[in-house]
Every structure is written in C-alpha cells, then in structure tokens.
C-alpha cells in the first residue's frame, strides 16, 4: 500500500460504495487526477448498504432525472458485465383499484421518459412468473428493462475501484474514516484521519448511512435518516441448480403489500438457492440516527443490520404467501435474514451538490443502488462544468431552506416518506403530515375562519380555496364541472375554480405570502444582477420598476427566473418558495466568486404579499387610497412601483398581472399584512385562493412555471420568453444566447395545448395530473427533437374560463402548428390534444397584458 498522502485535488470519503466507486469513476472519466478515496471500513465497504443491497433497478418512476439516472446505471452495469435485464412485474391484487391505476399512470411516465413499461393481463403475468396466483392479480406493469446487478454491487464498487488504480488517478485507503474537516475562510481545506491529514481542492461525502455525521463536520445536516428494511429468506430453492445463474425469474413488486421477492439462482452462487422477500414497514417505521449506529465491532451483523424478528412481518409475509404459495411451502432462513439499513430523505430525493456552508465540499448522499452510477455522473459533471445535461434542480442539496435542515423536522418528514417507500400511492399534489405550520401569513387565522382549504410550499401554509366561497358554485355551476374521478378531485377543491370566475368578473384578493424574497444591496447590487440577468437591470429608467428576468446557465440554458423590483439603493428579487433557497445559494456563490461587493439577504418572512386582480380592481383599491387619481392606467404604468399608504400602512404598489387581469401585487412588512387584508375584505373583496394564481390561471395566461416548464434543458428562445433583443452588457450564457438568437429556428418550442375531449372510455370526464407523454396520433411514438428531448407534458390544469384542459409541452419544430393534433395518455389510454399556440399564446388575457415583463 502507498504512503497515505499529504495533498489531493479531490478526497472522497465513503469509496467503497457504489456511490462512491461511482463519482471516482466519472471523476476520472471527465479528466480529473490526483484523487484519494478513503472508507471507515473495507473497500469494496463490508458494513455500508451497498454491502446487503437487493441490488435490483426498476425504471419506473415519475420523473425526468430519476428515470434518466436509472437507465444511465443499467446501461453501465450491462457494458460492466454485470447486469441481469430479466425483466420485473408489479402487480395490482384483485380490489387493489388504486394501485392498478398507479400502474396505469406508471406507463404513461414510462412514455414520456422512454421507458419500455407497459401493461400485461394476470395470465400473461402468470406465464412470465409461474410462482404467482393469477386469481390474486387483475393485471401488472412488465418491465423489460428491469434486473439485477450481478453478481453484487459491492462486486461492481469494488472493480471500478481497482480499474480507477490503474489509471494512477486514484489512490483507495480502506479502513480510514474520516474524524475532521479542515476549512479556512468558508471552503475546506482538508479531511483529518488517524493516518494523517490529507489537504484538497474538493472533498465529496458518499459516505451513505454515515453521511450526516460528516455533514456535522461542516456545520450542517442532511436531511436524510437510515431507516429498517426487512429482508428474508427462504428455502432451499433449487430449480436453477446448476445452472450458474445469479437470478433466473424476473422480479415481482407486490407494493400494495408494500413487498417485493426474487430467486437468488443457483445455490452456488453469491446468494444462491433460495427466494429472497423484501419488506417495507408501512407502520411504526424504524429509523435511527447515524450517531447511534454501531461500530463494526460492536455489532453483531454489521453496523448496517440489525436483527429481524419474523413476528414483525408475519401479518405482510402472510399476504405474500396468498399471493406467492411457494413462501410458505419453503422454510425461513432466520440466520440469513436481517433488518437492513437504507436511507429515506425528507422529500424522496437524494441530497446531491456543494454544500450550502463550505465551499469545494460536495455531498452525494441518499442514492439507491438504481441510480448510484448515474448520480455518480450527475456529480462529476457538475463539478467539472458546473451544470448537468438533465437539469438537477430535484436533487440540489441547495433546494432547502434552513427550517428543513432541523433535527426534527428531519425526523417527521423521514418518518413520512419512509412510510411511503412503496405504498400508498403518492398523489402528485400530496400534502405532507409532518412539518406543517411552521409559516403562516399574518392573515392565516382569517384564512381559517373562512374555512380554507390548506396546502404546504416553502412551509407556508397556503389555502387554495375557501369553503366561505361555496355559494359561488351554484353562481358558476355551469363552468366548473364535478370531478367524478376520485384521483382527479384528490387534494383539488372545486370552489377554487368558482373563486377564479368570481375574480374575473368582479375582484378578487390572493394570499402570496409563499414568495421567496431576497434583498441584495451594496455597491455592487446593480452590476450583480446585471451578470446574471438576461434582461437589463441597469439604467435610471429600470428604477423603481419590476423587470422580469431569467438566470441562464453557461449553455445559455434558463436556469432560474425572478422578478426583480428595483429601488434606489436596493434590488428585491421575487422567487417561487421551491426555488428561492436554491437560487440564493446560487446568487452567493457567484458574488464571491466574481467578487462582487454585496450583501444578499433572504427576507422571506420579513414582508408580506397580496394580489388584487380583476376588472374591478382599480375601483376597489382606489376607495382605501388617498389620491384615487395615482392609480390611473396614465399614472400608474405596467409594471411601475408605487409607495400607497393603506390603513395607515406603508405598501409599495406593483402593477402586474400573473393572472390576466389587471390589478396589483401588494408589498408591505409582515407585521402589516393584517390590517391591510382586512382593509381589502372591508369592501367586500372575494378572498381566492392560491389556486387560480399558481395553476388554473396561469395556465389559461400560457405562463411558464420553474422547475416545470422553465429547465436547463432548454433555452430562453424554445420557452419563448427572451427579448427581441440581446442586452450589449455581458451576462452568465451570452456567447451561447447569442447563438441561439442567430438560428432561424429552434429545435423545439413550448406549446400551449388543449385536451378538446376529456371523456374516457366508460364515460368519465377526466381532469389529468402529473406527468403526461406527448405521441404522434398515426405512429403513436414519442416527438424527439433534434438534440434528443422527448416530448411530454410539463404542466396541465383544467382552465373553468375556457372551460378545457390546457397543457404546456415542449414539441420538435416539425409539430409546432396551431391545430396540429398529438396524443396522449392519462391512465394509460388515449386522448386528443391539439396545439393551441406556439410559444407564448394565453388562451385568456383580456387587457392584452405581458407577462411580468
């Protein structure tokens, strides 16, 4: 072994996973030397997760980045030489209905991601696992994609790290945990171990269940907990004796038992001669915190197992044997079966990128065994070019605010999510238990009296509609259709529509305390927004104006988008709660990178913001100022600022519409959020909820939402939102922006679609949510752009105003005509949709007004 080193470019600590056998990988692949890889225990690790993994991958999930990162392993795995692709079932038990439209809906992201999942009948299901009763089942999802990594991934860790020594790149010390970071002025420095320090460029956590005690080092946490995870075995099981198979039937998922089970091949392989059930506690989940997980002498499997009585699963192991006899025909292996540890994460997404406190330490923490080559990829490539090809917006470890790095908070979400690993289904709109109330707008407990309907963003309690408001459903009864589909009205409230046709007509209030705000000052606040803006900041004539704006990325990709209201001596930039704290981030980096001298404060709780919009608004909001006349279209210009005094409060004005009527956002300091609310409901303005503003409406206005319809993906021009011209002043992404400005056409633009029949095939109106794929009507495959971008549907709400489904989708050029008619599907059949506009088209605006520019 060589001596243990003074200096590296790059430490990784946690090497012998698969998580961290991977970033080194694809650190060298990208070109990178000089790396070191320690482990507290062996390498290959012979107490980490990796190490009693079931090591299967399904590519089934409903999103982009996951699905991506999935295939991107099975594919490394297969060119390895270590994969079995012999395909996995899930099945939908007879009077499962939900979990058979889950199923249902998993196609439907298969389509859109390019998956090959697609459903089977139970007979089919019975002919590709024989093990199974087919009177349990009324049907299943195949995966042809899915299987086994072979003949472990411990196996796979262990090869790429002595492929990564050969290269004379990486140097691997087992057997040295990491017990200090070293950081000066904000970035680390070093890692200290019993064998000396060792000083770096860079340090990346893999270290898994270990993961947020080295985060500790830096200050911070993760939010992520280890959780039990039973795993029995059963046999023996011969019937691929001899055959030197690792696995010789496909994979069985029953989720709606919250169980999966496997053969293990020949008896004389790795984990040979036997069927292997996996289980997910559904109740009394078993988490621990890394600090009470045992050292590998003192336990007696390893740190990553604890024992497993079969008295905890008998009653799920039970309902396996009903649907898979052979279980109760084999006997349980009690020495062979465990608890083991893996890891759940407060919101089902791993914590991936730089950390939040020191600079050059990076984290890739909470990554599946599916996914670890992949996010493996993820991390090399955005520590070489500071960007991924799939935006990883999911996965930023920046994507917190502070309230949800808490200890307990940590806990109750993990809790939840750990609970959900299989089953239920998780709804699209699904609102966490756990965590609630942590931010309320001053006006929450008026909220509350007139009954509303409430939902969590950024921890803000927010209603999206109001049970008061109810009287307008028969008002509006002809326009705001019944959902007679319970997944369609789940976590929707119908009045919200009746309270946006209200707006319309009359006026209306909106409760926008979700927004993300962050002040930034100083002499440099200007030119920092202007390097980062695609619009024009600077200038006298932008003071005391809203300009809207994106943050592009290096490829002049749309990586954020702001409002920005500009004040003499400051800039307040207007973010989406999901986005904001991960922009902030961003926002800090760049300033101390390029040395900006600024101060960047996040002042989200310090104000507060309400909407007033409709033909009335002028009217309404001119009864509680003292110069009516102020507010006059001539005197108050779009997308002005205006200081008012209501209620003897101080509010800065913003005339802007986010929902297509005209009217004001209404800026004041939290602790006057109150009487001004309740100045507004004194002259009987209808509250509405945030429904309208952040989904129903604003697809009707064709405006495009971050993280959904704004991604790295993509460019400023296919989303058309950039400006007939290019600023002169230089920005993040110019040389390539002014590329794509010079191209007569783009590869692909956002289109507003509509769904002009709804009606399924039992005669149900359908009101799509979540993901849907986009389809060619005569060939039925997936539009690809010419940079390889599938088609899919990156946000759909039913508009009561023009009383439709409305989507936004990304289409290749050669389907960008209005009228030209697509498919796709929702619960796996088949609807119409037809292109309504090209690029920015709402189907409603009635004053003809821009969106926030």
């Known amino acids: 072994m060589s001596s243990f080193p003074e200096r590296a470019n790059v430490v990784i600590v946690g090497l012998g996973g698969i998580v961290g056998a991977s970033v080194a990988h694809h650190l060298i692949e990208r070109g990178w030397d000089d790396i070191v890889g320690i482990d507290k225990s062996g390498i290959p690790t012979d107490i980490g997760s990796t190490a009693h993994a079931s090591d299967f991958c399904y590519c089934t999930s409903h999103d982009l980045l996951t699905t991506w990162t999935t295939m991107y392993s099975v594919d490394f795995y297969e060119k390895m030489g270590h994969y079995s692709r012999i395909g996995g079932l899930e099945v939908a038990r007879v009077g499962d209905d939900e979990r058979m439209q889950e199923l249902k809906r998993k196609c439907d992201s298969a389509r859109a991601f390019g998956t090959r999942a697609h459903m089977i009948s139970a007979s089919e299901a019975k002919e590709k696992f024989p093990l199974l009763e087919e009177d349990q089942i009324q049907g299943a999802l195949w995966d042809p994609d899915a299987g086994l990594v072979v003949p472990r991934s411990q196996t796979v860790a262990g090869k790429l790290v002595d492929q990564a020594e050969k290269t004379g790149r990486l140097r691997a010390f087992a057997n040295t945990p990491a017990l200090e970071l070293i950081h000066e002025n904000g970035r680390v420095v070093g890692v200290k171990t019993h064998r000396g320090t060792i000083y770096a460029n860079h340090v990346v956590v893999c270290a898994g269940l270990w993961g947020r005690l080295i985060a500790e080092m830096a200050g911070e946490d993760l939010p992520v907990m280890p959780v039990d995870h039973p795993l029995t075995f059963f046999g023996p099981y011969n019937e691929y004796e001899g055959t030197g198979l690792e696995i010789g039937r496909p994979l069985l998922r029953d989720q709606g038992n919250s169980a999966y089970l496997r053969d293990t091949g020949d008896p004389n392989t790795t984990e040979g001669g036997q069927i292997e059930w996996g289980y997910y506690y559904e109740k009394d989940v078993r988490m621990v915190h890394p600090s009470e997980l045992l050292e590998k002498d003192q336990a007696r499997l390893s740190p990553s197992q604890r024992d497993l009585e079969l008295e905890d699963v008998i009653e799920p192991l039970e309902r396996a044997m009903e649907l898979t006899p052979i279980l109760a025909e084999l006997g349980f292996n009690e020495s062979h079966s465990f608890n083991g540890l893996l890891q759940t994460t407060t919101d089902g997404g791993p914590s991936m990128g730089e950390s939040r406190k020191l600079r050059g330490l990076w984290y890739a923490v909470a990554v599946w065994v599916k996914d670890g080559p992949g996010m493996g990829k993820l991390i090399a490539d955005w520590m070489t070019d500071g960007r991924t090809e799939i935006d990883h917006n999911s996965v930023d470890y920046s994507r917190f605010n502070d309230y949800q790095l808490e200890k307990d908070f940590i806990a109750g979400r993990c809790e939840e999510t750990a609970a959900k690993i299989y089953n239920p289904p998780v709804h699209p709109r699904e609102p966490f238990a756990n965590g609630r109330n942590i931010r309320r707008s001053p006006f929450y407990e008026r909220e509350v009296e007139l009954g509303g309907h409430f939902m969590e963003l950024g921890g803000w309690e927010r209603a999206h509609g109001y049970a008061s408001n109810a009287h307008l459903l028969e008002k509006y009864a002809d326009q705001v259709p019944v959902r007679e589909a319970e997944w369609d009205n789940r976590h929707f409230w119908r009045v919200s529509n009746a309270e946006q046709l209200e707006m319309s007509s009359d006026c209306g209030i909106i409760n926008l305390s979700h927004f993300h705000l962050t002040d930034i000052t100083g002499p440099d606040h200007v030119a920092l927004l202007e390097w980062l803006s695609a619009a024009k900041i600077g200038g006298d004539r932008n003071i005391n104006r809203g300009i809207y704006t994106h943050f ?249 105003t023009v009383g439709k489904n409305i989507g936004l989708a990304y289409l290749p050029q050669s389907y960008c005509e209005v009228g030209k008619v697509v498919h796709t599907t929702y619960m796996d059949e088949v609807y119409e949709l037809e292109v309504a506009g090209v690029g920015y088209a709402p189907l409603y605006d009635p004053e003809n007004l821009k969106p926030r520019s």
Not at 553 to 564: K, N
Not at 696 to 706: I, V
Not at 742 to 771: E, F, I
Request: aromatic share 8%.
């Open 552 to 800: 592009l990325d290096e490829e002049g990709m749309v990586r954020a988008d702001f409002t920005i209201l500009r004040f003499e001596d400051r800039c307040r930039l207007i973010n989406g709660a999901d986005a904001g704290p991960r922009d902030f981030q961003y926002m800090k980096r760049v300033a101390q990178d390029k040395g900006f001298d600024v101060e960047i404060k996040d002042v989200t709780t310090d104000f507060i913001t309400i909407g007033i919009w409709g033909p009335n608004a002028r009217e309404n909001l001119s009864k509680l100022v003292e110069n009516p006349e102020d507010l006059s279209v001539d005197a108050f210009p779009f997308a002005t600022l205006k200081p008012l005094k209501i209620a003897g409060k101080d509010v800065t004005a913003f005339r802007i519409s986010y929902v297509g009527e005209q009217g004001w956002e209404l800026h004041m300091d939290y602790e006057d959020g109150l009487a001004v609310w309740d100045e507004l409901r004194s002259l009987g303005i209808t509250p509405v909820g945030v429904e309208t503003y952040a989904n129903t409406r604003r697809m009707e206005k064709s405006l495009r939402l971050q993280n959904a319809d704004l991604l790295t993906q993509y460019n400023l021009f296919e989303a058309d939102l950039a400006r007939p011209k290019v600023k002169e002043a230089d920005f993040v992404g110019k040389a390539k922006h002014l590329e794509y400005h010079a191209r007569d056409k783009q590869p692909a633009m956002l289109c507003t679609l509509v769904m002009n029949d709804n009606t399924d095939s039992n005669g149900v109106a359908r009101y799509p949510v979540g993901t849907l794929p986009i389809m060619d009507k005569d060939t039925g495959e997936v539009p690809v752009d010419e940079l390889g971008r599938r088609s899919y549907v990156t946000s759909m709400a039913f508009g009561p």
